[in-house]
């Protein structure tokens, strides 16, 4: 009984303490400012890859078919991800990668690997993500900014990298800007753009939750614009280089070699699992795996400078509509099918509009 009249007391000396500390943060975040951009280099998309391993494979079939651009609907989450990895796979001069969430999950992971692997091999790998789900990565997007073909921007970053919600309750109006732009490209030749991110729920990889969404796969005259509107990103005022916001550490070449070999561990581990089996058995990795077979005069899939040809049906999406557009009689080639129409049933629509 006698403590009782000390409660109130204790409770009100640890609220100021809390206003204190909260006063302070305020303080703190709200000194914080962005640093100059005057020192940043823009850089744009190479369009002189047609001699690349991607643009040889795709000329023939994009020739017989003029101003049209063909596309593949990744519809599930497999598929989706076998693709993207392919493509960080098959790149031989560069790798464009905008996404607004990029879970560092085994999906996640499993394709950084690979982004890193083209980085290796000398691709120039741009990547492009929004802040507002980056907290707590600074030092692995320091490390990854430090290999010589990696550079790291964010969108419209937190000014205050440790104090993001008091920062946020300061600049709402500036912070509540984000990208969700998702794309990723290789070699200005192929792109893959949809509703994803990079996360397992994503890609059926998590059994708690699975986000049921649509890619495109995509060809032809409509990759240039894609990298235009990455280059409209990258170059944006919006877009801080990574090495502008975190001191990078001392030892940047020994923590870029334990993320690597970090990201190793995790493949080898990942490849005996359940979902690694699942990846295996997607629709899209056995038609490339039967158009990879010696009889289609392919290369092998091990092989690390030729993609495997895909039996897909690539459909096209015509520049400009004509009356013989509405005909759904199909001209195909080999091992892709083009179509002048998405489909009879979508005759009426405009290109690239969604049921």
């Known amino acids: 009984m006698p403590a009782a009249p000390d409660r109130p ?74 693709a993207r990895l392919a493509l960080a796979r098959a790149a031989q001069r560069t790798l464009d990668v905008q996404y607004y969430i990029y ?59 440790s104090l993001r919600l008091a920062a946020m309750a300061l600049d709402y109006s500036r912070l509540n800007r984000r990208m969700h732009n998702k794309s990723m490209t290789a070699d200005n030749q192929i792109t893959i753009v949809g509703g994803r991110n990079i996360g397992d729920a994503y890609f059926s990889a998590d059994k708690a939750s699975d986000f049921t969404d649509l890619d495109l796969l995509l060809a032809g005259p409509v990759v240039p614009e894609v990298s235009a509107v990455f280059d409209d990103y990258w170059n944006g005022a919006a877009a801080y280089p990574v090495s502008a916001l975190v001191k990078p550490p001392d030892d940047a070449a020994a923590q870029l070699q334990a993320v690597r070999e970090y990201l190793d ?31 289609t005069g392919a290369m092998p899939r091990s092989s690390p400078t030729r993609p495997p040809r895909s039996r897909c049906r690539l459909k096209t999406i015509p520049a400009t509509p004509s009356p013989s557009s509405r005909s759904c009689s199909a001209a195909r080639s080999r091992n892709w099918r083009w179509y002048r129409r998405i489909s009879c049933r979508t005759a009426s629509q405009p290109p690239g509009s969604r049921r």
């Open 103 to 161: 879970d560092g999950d085994l999906t996640g992971k499993t394709l950084l690997a690979d982004i890193i692997g083209a980085a290796d091999r000398g691709v120039r790998v741009r990547l492009l993500l929004d802040d507002l789900h980056m907290s707590g990565q600074d030092r692995i997007l320091s490390a990854l900014d430090d290999h010589p073909n990696i550079e790291v921007r964010l969108f419209n970053p937190f000014a205050s990298r």
């Open 265 to 295: 561990r995790h493949v080898a581990e990942a490849r005996g699992g359940e979902y690694s089996q699942t990846l295996l058995a997607s629709g899209l990795a056995k038609r490339w795996k039967a158009a990879s077979s010696p009889r």
């Open 9 to 82: 007391r204790m409770t009100h000396r640890w609220l100021r303490r809390l206003a204190v500390v909260l006063a302070a943060a305020l303080l703190m975040a709200g000194c914080a400012s962005l640093p100059p951009q005057d020192g940043r280099v823009s850089s744009y998309a190479v369009t002189d890859t047609a001699s690349t391993p991607l643009g040889r494979t795709m000329a023939p079939m994009l020739s017989r078919h003029p101003g049209q651009s063909g596309f593949y609907p990744l519809a599930n989450g497999p598929d989706a991800l076998v």
